[in-house]
């Protein structure tokens, strides 16, 4: 069984702020990773995914995330926050590569809120 | 390109109706999944439609059924409507089943059961 618990259903932060989303996984099985976004009224948008590769992942929109094994943790992060980066983000696992044939398992999600 | 497409955008329904939700999916793709989003909720997987069977399945009763058709679109079918229904449902697509493909997400279905 997998499971994702991020800390934090709200988060806010100044514009031009560090953006830390926080995202912990459990699996039996070597784990997929995935950050998505949604804005409002909108699908999910994938940022970035880790597939074992390098542990240090980047994405669209200046996101990266760093996936640490002995913390079970994949935290998303952006240097500089901007206001069109308030969203939803999910944080997902999937014991496949695409998160397709098993389906994804999903987060709580987070609301990030930008301040002027 | 069109990507992932679902109809309606908003359906009012009444305990104990039935609901068909639509999905085409994006140009290329064969897989079909559909999600169910509570509201302040992560999205929970439903099941997976491929070659027009349903491959994999996630804790949902069998009131929620499905259908995929030779053009690879989907239907989502919720029978016996139960309060609890009332959610955001979602349809991703991706060219394989094999699962190493990317998900790509539809705008949603908003369902609110009255």
């Known amino acids: 069984a997998q499971s994702v618990t991020q800390l934090g259903s709200h988060v806010s932060v100044s514009e031009g702020a560090l953006v830390l989303l926080r995202c912990n996984y459990s699996?039996?099985?070597?784990?997929?990773l995935f950050w998505y976004v949604q804005y409002p009224n909108q699908g999910l948008q994938l940022l970035l995914k880790?597939?074992?590769?390098?542990?240090l992942v980047k994405g669209i929109n200046g996101f990266e995330a760093e996936f640490k094994k002995s913390e079970t943790s994949f935290h998303l992060t952006k240097p500089s926050a901007h206001m069109s980066d308030a969203a939803e983000y999910f944080c997902?696992?999937?014991?496949?590569?695409?998160?397709?044939?098993?389906?994804?398992?999903f987060g709580k999600g987070t609301h990030l809120i930008i301040q002027p | 390109d069109a990507g992932v497409t679902q109809s309606p955008t908003h359906l009012i329904k009444t305990r104990g109706q039935q609901v068909t939700l639509r999905c085409s999916p994006k140009?290329?793709?064969?897989?079909v999944s559909w999600y169910q989003q509570a509201l302040g909720q992560g999205p929970q997987f439903i099941f997976q439609?491929?070659?027009?069977?349903?491959?994999q399945r996630g804790n949902f009763p069998d009131r929620f059924s499905g259908h995929q058709f030779p053009n690879y679109s989907s239907e989502l079918n919720v029978n016996a409507l139960l309060l609890g229904d009332s959610a955001l449902y979602l349809c991703?697509?991706?060219?394989?089943?094999?699962?190493?493909?990317?998900?790509?997400f539809g705008p949603g279905t908003r369902l609110t059961v009255t």
């Open positions: 991703a697509s991706s060219p394989t089943a094999s699962g190493y493909a990317e998900q790509y």
């Open positions: 699996s039996s099985v070597p784990p997929y």
């Open positions: 880790y597939t074992s590769a390098a542990t």
């Open positions: 997902a696992v999937s014991s496949l590569p695409g998160g397709g044939a098993d389906g994804l398992t």
């Open positions: 140009s290329g793709h064969d897989t």
């Open positions: 439609y491929y070659e027009e069977e349903e491959r």
